[in-house]
């Protein structure tokens, strides 16, 4: 994308001041773009501001980084100025129907303590040779099929029920049968998202999420740091999107009136849910509410250093995180965040009016969090976007926009990815 295929424009205008609009504003500024940044809230960042609870910082996740390429990392170490806590991430999972808590991702060694473990040990060994590595060859590719397809092959019905099936369920609202393998896994980042066989989900020596990854990191000045730093070079609107206007000369129109004419800017860039910009709201995904829990006199909380617990079964709940074991917040009390999902169609008067707004206030309510991966859902997204391809300086960037399940690490990637297509100003 360069000024000349432009009529010289240098003015870039992003939808949304998150994850991605934040970076994608922060690349293109430094490659001297006029960037301007519509954002609804008072501050850029997204769901990944830093906020605080009884002087606890939190996130609505949490947000620890982790990234194998040192060419995006170093991003991250120039913004927080090299202040960096670095991450050892030990998660449990507790089985309601053993009533144990096994290690996750799922260990080898745990196996023995299961109450049902001969059986475990026969499904596990149907696509295993004698030494216990899958056969590659029995196995479905990682991105061409469902998720319960490829987990119940890879590790049996037995472990899939006690670990995944309803998880999988709650965490996303669609059985793992319709679910597709098209997302990310944490320590899948090494493979770089080619088609993957053989991915074994199954450890055999203790293990940690993204192990592996030396890069694990969070900001010791909390995630608004990074956010800021990233839009500072830009002009930050407050404002809301409100559809996209698709007449002979197409615009935005936004909810206090203003409009912006596409044909003045050298690009739009959308980070929004696509079905949000044309007016609708039909694309299907979870949601979530964080409950802050503050234990007063109790300095941790958690087993063995552990920063999450998840709840596999049918619990509200998903996963509760001790949110100083990341941030190393020093207090006498701890703070536990406890992730509830909501379904797509979750109504705000659900809960008390003023609990509600001290949620929209305090980043602990997200009505559409995860885009779902199924195809009738990828579908309808292609849709969305096949509807404004034919505004040629309009492009989506980002987890919501691509409708990807993307954590913070994707999605600045995906704007660095799309930065590198633009020529620098001169």
Not at 67 to 79: H, S
Not at 134 to 152: A, Q, R, S
Not at 247 to 256: A, S
Not at 351 to 364: H, I, K, R, W
């Amino acid at each position: 994308m360069s000024e000349k295929n432009n009529n010289g424009k240098n003015k870039i205008l992003v939808l949304g001041g998150g994850v991605a609009g934040s970076s994608a504003a922060h690349f293109l500024s430094k490659k001297g773009y006029d960037v301007t940044v519509i954002e609804k809230l008072g501050k850029c960042g997204g769901l990944s501001r830093t906020y605080r609870y009884a002087g606890h910082p939190y996130e609505f996740g949490p947000h620890v980084w982790f990234w194998p390429d040192d060419e995006i990392n170093n991003v991250i170490r120039e913004l927080s100025d090299d202040e960096l806590y670095y991450i050892d991430r030990k998660l449990f999972t507790f089985v309601e129907q053993d009533n144990k808590k096994y290690r996750y991702p799922i260990h080898f060694s745990d196996i023995k303590d299961m109450p049902d473990k001969e059986e475990v040990m026969k499904q596990l060994q149907k696509h295993r040779d004698p030494d216990m590595k899958l056969k590659p060859e029995e196995l479905p590719t990682i991105g061409d099929c469902f998720f319960g397809e490829y987990f119940k092959a890879a590790i049996g019905d037995g472990l899939y029920n006690k670990f995944m099936r309803n998880y999988t369920w709650k965490m996303w609202n669609i059985d793992g049968d319709k679910l597709k393998t098209s997302m990310v896994w944490a320590d899948r980042f090494k493979h770089h998202y080619e088609k993957l066989k053989g991915y074994d989900p199954l450890k055999f020596e203790d293990h940690t999420l993204g192990k592996g990854i030396k890069f694990q990191v969070y900001p010791k000045r909390g995630w608004d740091h990074i956010w800021d730093r990233m839009v500072e070079n830009s002009n930050v609107i407050h404002d809301e999107v409100d559809r996209i206007i698709d007449e002979k000369r197409p615009y935005l129109l936004t909810k206090k009136g203003d409009k912006y004419y596409f044909d003045e800017y050298h690009t739009v860039i959308n980070t929004l849910h696509v079905d949000l910009i044309w007016g609708e709201d039909v694309l299907p995904a979870t949601g979530r509410m964080m409950i802050p829990l503050l234990i007063p006199g109790c300095k941790k909380a958690f087993p063995e250093d552990a920063e999450s617990l998840h709840y596999s079964s049918c619990e509200f709940q998903t996963r509760v995180t001790e949110m100083k074991v990341i941030t190393r917040h020093e207090s006498p009390d701890t703070l536990i965040l406890i992730e509830v999902p909501i379904t797509n169609d979750m109504k705000e008067s659900c809960f008390p009016e003023n609990a509600m707004n001290y949620a929209l206030d305090n980043n602990l309510f997200c009505r559409r969090t995860y885009c779902q991966q199924s195809e009738e859902a990828l579908a309808l997204h292609k849709k969305f976007v096949d509807k404004g391809s034919h505004i040629k300086n309009l492009v989506h960037c980002g987890r919501y926009a691509e409708f990807k399940y993307w954590g913070m690490p994707e999605t600045v990637n995906s704007a660095y990815q799309l930065s590198k297509k633009f020529e620098e100003v001169k």
